[in-house]
């Protein structure tokens, strides 16, 4: 366990080191969710009516756990990267833990991610969003975003090491902007089409989103949502901790294995 600690350690100061020398990447991250938010939350919002709510309060927190998701795509990127272009390899001849490099790279992940909540937050505090739940609750808000974005990490490292080629991974990666879109991250799901709402219900972002509203006060808990969504802090809880079950032993084996 401490050589686990000292070299995952060393690997998560490497990517803040590759993140330092290239700022221009993190600037980017941090920046497309603030054009998203401005973009929904002005374009849409002058449009969208939405009974008892006003749209912005119900879409920051979308905004957040649509942000946190991205994790998949940056964790991809990243992950195939490092695979293609030798530099696993090179970290596999070395006399260190096999977990530590996926690990230092889901950590560095967090570090950023964390960080790049309070640009977007502020942005949110200025067109009108305001955290209407308790103190504690909204601790456990941010607690379950990045929570949440963990998961998204290891979901997106597995599939960066199993790609191909760095254009199949960016392919895969583009391709998980649809996600927060097949869930209530952006508009309610009531009224979409019966199967339509179930799979957006079932979406592991929905639950989080949901979860996240509820705990700021922005939004109830909808009464006749799939179990997810009905409960959604147990939901989220469960979503995250079974992607990080699965996918942090599977891409530990996978990039043991090369």
Known sequence: MSALAHDGTAVLGRHLQRIRRAPAILVMTQTMPIVFLLFFGYVFGSALAMPGADYRSFLVPGMLVATAANGIMTGMFQAAQDSHRGVMDRFRTLPMSRAAVPLGQALADLVTSAAGLVPLILVALAMGWRIEGAALEA????????????????????????????????????????????????????????????????????????????????????????????????????????????????????????
């Open 139 to 258: 601790v456990g808000a941010f607690g379950l975003l990045l929570l949440f974005r963990f998961a998204a990490t290891w979901v997106g490292i597995l599939l960066g090491l199993a790609s191909k080629s760095e254009e199949a991974a960016g392919q895969l990666g583009s391709a998980t902007f649809m996600l927060p879109l097949l869930s209530n991250a952006y508009i309610p799901v009531e009224g979409m089409p019966g199967w339509l709402r179930t799979v957006a219900e079932w979406n592991p972002i929905s639950a989080v989103t949901t979860a996240v509203r509820e705990l700021f006060g922005n939004a109830s808990v909808p009464a006749d949502a799939a179990w997810p969504v009905t409960h959604p802090v147990a939901g989220a809880l469960l979503w995250s901790l079974a992607l990080i079950a699965l996918c942090a032993p599977l891409a530990v084996r996978r990039y043991a294995r090369g």
